[in-house]
């Protein structure tokens, strides 16, 4: 089955604890890219990539990382979480037709 | 930037009513994909439809590009279709950046 998987979905994390939110997609696209949603912010691009070892900052990068070692992963990297940082997060992977697929979603909270 | 408003912004439905969900954007656009949000978070694909006309059992959506519009409606509307729908647009060759409507938020009651 096709599918963006996220992990964790949910967690509870403390201020400057570093954590990494996983996304694999097995579809083959070459390009993936996280987003976060705020409730009356809507749907904001953190960073996106265009294929491995291409990525670019979105509309609010500040306080994250990423890397694209390999096609099928992008996960993305609170170095030192702060409270600002509590969001959904979505990972998500287009295909080349221009169709964008979500993960699940990732609820973090930082305390 | 290209400015997408969704409309309306909240509708009540009684289960087995009818709907019509509007997206209107400011350009032209080369990619249009509708998303439905459940109430546990998840975005879920409806429709890519950049232009024509498409169905998917009780959904169905139409964009008219020329006209910078694209319709959702919802048949027989059931209690989970509740959530939020979202559309987003893209334009420009290569365009990998899609900017989102801010969505209509669905409730269906029994």
């Known amino acids: 089955e096709a599918q963006v998987t996220q992990n964790p979905r949910y967690l509870i994390t403390v201020t400057g604890k570093k954590l990494t939110v996983t996304c694999s997609q097995n579809m083959n696209h070459e390009y993936m890219s996280w987003y976060r949603q705020d409730p009356g912010l809507g749907l904001r691009q953190i960073y996106y990539s265009m294929n491995v070892e291409v990525t670019d900052k979105g509309d609010v990068p500040e306080g994250y990382k990423v890397s694209r070692k390999e096609k099928r992963n992008f996960p993305l990297i609170l170095e030192s979480p702060s409270p600002n940082q509590t969001s959904l997060y979505f990972c998500?992977?287009?295909?080349?037709?221009?169709?964008?697929?979500f993960g699940e979603g990732s609820r973090l909270t930082v305390l | 930037g290209i400015q997408v408003e969704q409309s309306p912004p909240d509708l009540i439905l009684q289960e087995g009513a009818n709907s019509t969900l509007r997206c209107n954007f400011s350009d032209s656009v080369n990619n249009l994909q509708w998303f439905h949000q459940n109430p546990w978070g998840q975005l879920i694909n409806l429709f890519y439809i950049p232009s024509g006309t498409k169905q998917n059992g009780r959904l169905s959506a139409t964009t008219v590009a020329t006209e910078r519009y694209s319709l959702l409606y919802i048949s027989s509307s059931q209690t989970t279709d509740s959530g939020v729908y979202f559309c987003a647009v893209a334009r420009g060759a290569g365009s990998y950046q899609l900017t989102f409507g801010k969505g209509t938020k669905l409730s269906v009651i029994p």
């Open positions: 998500a992977s287009r295909s080349p037709s221009g169709e964008l697929f």
